[in-house]
């Protein structure tokens, strides 16, 4: 309603079937389970807000990391932890070697759940990855 679109024309614009952006309208987790960062943004765009408004916690500038530094700060938290990349991905739940190796073309493939689980395991929010022109002002 927001965005003065019907639920069929939000989906295609997302390139979601009907139903999948239906259930994204009635279940709060499917936002983070189901869409990558750029579709989330995409979706927040449609909607006229920044990507932090469709969630509850916000970032100051300082905590923000550039996607394509998150590479070296997962290595660097690795090597800290003394374990290997395989151990991590373990803890963290995901694979993270092809991530490590092209970081901006894996995470448009990605769920946000990914990032949310890194975040988790580096101990940061995972918004402070969302690039700053999505960023809430």
């Not at 952006?21 to 279940?27: F, K, S």
């Not at 807000?49 to 550039?66: Q, T």
């Not at 490590?100 to 990032?115: D, G, K, N, R, T």
Request: glycine share 6%; charged share 25%; net charge negative.
């Amino acid at each position: 309603m927001r965005a003065g679109k019907s639920q069929l024309e939000m989906a295609n614009l997302l390139g979601l079937n009907a139903a999948w952006y239906a259930d994204l309208e009635q279940r709060d987790d499917e936002l983070a389970a189901t869409l990558t960062l750029f579709q989330a943004a995409q979706l927040a765009s449609l909607l006229g807000v920044g990507l932090h408004a469709l969630f509850d916690n916000a970032v100051r500038p300082e905590e923000r990391i550039p996607l394509p530094e998150l590479p070296g700060r997962i290595e660097a938290h690795a090597v800290r932890k003394r374990i290997s990349v395989e151990q991590l991905e373990d803890e963290v739940g995901w694979e993270l070697r092809e991530f490590l190796e092209s970081p901006v073309q894996v995470a448009a493939e990605m769920p946000i759940a990914f990032f949310q689980a890194i975040a988790a395991v580096l101990g940061v929010n995972w918004l402070s990855f969302v690039p700053e022109d999505h960023v809430d002002r």
